[in-house]
């Protein structure tokens, strides 16, 4: 069963949460509230997030701020966010959003068809990173010996790696559908250079499986970095 990713809201007004879960709920992922920054930074210590949606106005701690202290953690620097605002002080307002860390900033009232869209690349992505990690985990057991116990049955090397190669061969053609969507829809650059990154990462990851493979070499090869 494949687990669902979360998405923090961030909001100081109960009636703008509601309504982003309205417009978010059917992507059928689990959807986290926060009316506060210092709200938001708590849930940040203990979950991940596939991406955040943040309000920029909020007494106190306000979303700039905020935004501050998630790029400041090495455990949250990565996660998307996207700025939501009710006032448009013109570009140096935009700027300084996108400046604090954002890969968005859409202005209230938004389209929730367009905000639901972008929200779903975010996950996507999220989503095939988590997949990538698994593959690189179960091939990591394997080149020091371990995989066998990891996958709970006794399995000779040649059947093991068939079954990581397929379940590789399956990211990679999620992820090369999902790149392919991004040039159509002319999506983020943010999105687009996240999408290109996972790519890579494939493409490493794949290499460092291949040559495992009977006549391909001796030695076991370095398995890719996932930072």
Not at 44 to 71: N, R, S, W, Y
């Amino acid at each position: 069963m494949v687990q669902k990713a979360k998405i923090l809201l961030v909001d100081d007004r109960p009636e703008n949460l509601l309504a982003l879960e309205a417009i978010l709920s059917a992507l059928d992922q689990t959807l986290v509230r926060a009316s506060s920054g210092e709200e938001a930074l708590k849930a940040l210590l203990t979950d991940d997030f596939a991406v955040i949606l943040l309000d920029v106005q909020m007494p106190g701690m306000d979303g700039f701020e905020t935004a501050a202290h998630i790029k400041r953690r090495e455990r949250t620097r990565d996660i998307p966010i996207i700025f939501l605002t009710a006032i448009n002080h013109g570009p140096h307002h935009t700027f300084r959003g996108y400046a604090a860390g954002a890969v968005d900033y859409i202005s209230k009232p938004f389209d929730p068809w367009v905000l639901r869209a972008k929200v779903s690349v975010f996950v996507e992505l999220y989503m095939k990173n988590c997949q990538l990690r698994e593959q690189a985990a179960l091939l990591r057991l394997q080149l020091e010996g371990g995989g066998k116990a990891a996958l709970g049955e006794a399995k000779e090397p040649a059947g093991l790696l068939a079954e990581l190669s397929a379940r590789l061969a399956a990211v990679e053609e999620q992820a090369e559908a999902l790149s392919k969507q991004l040039d159509d829809d002319s999506a983020d650059a943010a999105a687009v250079a996240t999408a290109a990154h996972l790519e890579r990462k494939l493409t490493g990851l794949r290499r460092a499986l291949d040559a495992l493979e009977p006549g391909t070499g001796s030695g076991a090869p370095s398995v890719p970095s996932q930072g």
